[in-house]
């Protein structure tokens, strides 16, 4: 991504590639409200500025950049900039950096009946707080504030305290139903996570659907002990009674057709290699198309995990941090994208998305880019230049459609 054309998708993925680079896991490590996000904000704001939208920051941290009058009926576009840990470059600014190539572009062709914003929300992954989309849900009063505001990092920060030295202030952190009633319509532009357009042969895609997805943590409690002094039938140990789980939570999934169950954090406590531990923390994230399915499967983890935890001689407590029902987008808009788009395919998602929690108050699209490693979340995911043009492309024809119409 370097020496692109001015102007382009790449050139501003350029830009920013070295921000939040992380040498230990790989990829990038952006949490929201770190150095690293702030610096994305400030590359973003910088070009909004540039462009002459005009810039806020709602009480939840929400980016706007807004070209006309905002709202009531305007047509906005946005994605994210924070990352799981040691992601890829395109999961969140694939979407803001097409955002602007997008307006450029409309711009260019002197679309102008309707108001138009770009927005990015904070905190999209949970990967610093533990709640996916956390921006988008306080946005709508999907979460509750004081539940929001008492989130805890690894550190202990309280999203409470996150918010104030990003100057926000937290008693007016919460639902926002004048910045969510100024949203006629929501177009996110995303890199494909998985196959699909692979599979196709084609490097646009208008979304379906998400499958229901959440989090529940499991807690397994043992006994902490010396590593050398304690005999392997004197042990009430929580790692085993884990690594059991593990095993047990992957079977599950796999008799389940279109399940997916994901440990990809596990938390020792002491966390020492010379002392049995006295608790283990875990985190299982479920998804199925069926949000029944989800909750029978996160019920059999549960019937495994007292089983399993018996066993060792430890407790458990397994507690949902979050659910997101299943998400069927806007038919009639879909149908229209398609169109528009000259025929692109269709595509369900299993990722999450702030326009699946904006899809209940407005009406909704994405559009999906192809990913040619098939791999996201991690640093091999990516876009091919053209591929990243010709989203933007269908991103600027779509926004058009919905601000012409
Ligand atoms: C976020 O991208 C998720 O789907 O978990
Ligand atoms: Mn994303
Ligand atoms: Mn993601
Ligand atoms: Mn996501």
Known sequence: MTDQPAGTVSALLAEIADIGSDPHRGGYSRPVYSDAEHELREWFTGHAAKRGLDVETDRNGIIWAWDGTPGPDAVVTGSHLDSVPGGGAFDGPLGIASALVAFDELTTRGVSRRSRAIAVFPEEEGSRFGLACLGSQLLTGVVNPERAL????????????????????????????????????????????????????????????????????????????????????????????????????????????????????????????????????????VRHPDDVVVHAVVEQIRQAAAALAAEEGCEVSVVEESYSPTVDFDARLRDDLVKVLGGAPVLGTGAGHDAGVLKNHVRTAMLFVRNPTGVSHAPSEHVEDPDAEAGATALADSLEFLITR
Do not use: Y
């Open 150 to 285: 008492a989130l805890k990092d690894g550190d202990g920060t309280t999203f409470a305290e996150a918010c104030a030295a990003a100057g926000l202030d937290p008693a007016h952190v919460g639902a926002d139903p004048e910045s969510l009633a100024r949203i006629g319509a929501f177009v996110e532009l995303h890199v494909e996570q998985g196959r699909g357009l692979i599979e196709l042969g084609e490097p646009v895609a208008v979304a379906s659907s998400i499958l229901g997805h959440g989090r529940w943590r499991i807690t397994l409690r043992g006994e902490g002990n010396h590593a050398g002094a304690t005999l392997m039938t004197d042990r009430r140990d929580p790692m085993v009674a884990a690594g059991k789980l593990l095993v047990a939570i992957q079977a599950l999934a796999r008799e389940t057709p279109e399940a997916r169950a994901t440990v990809g954090r596990l938390e020792p406590t002491p966390g020492g290699t010379n002392v049995i531990a006295s608790r283990v923390d875990l985190w299982v994230d």
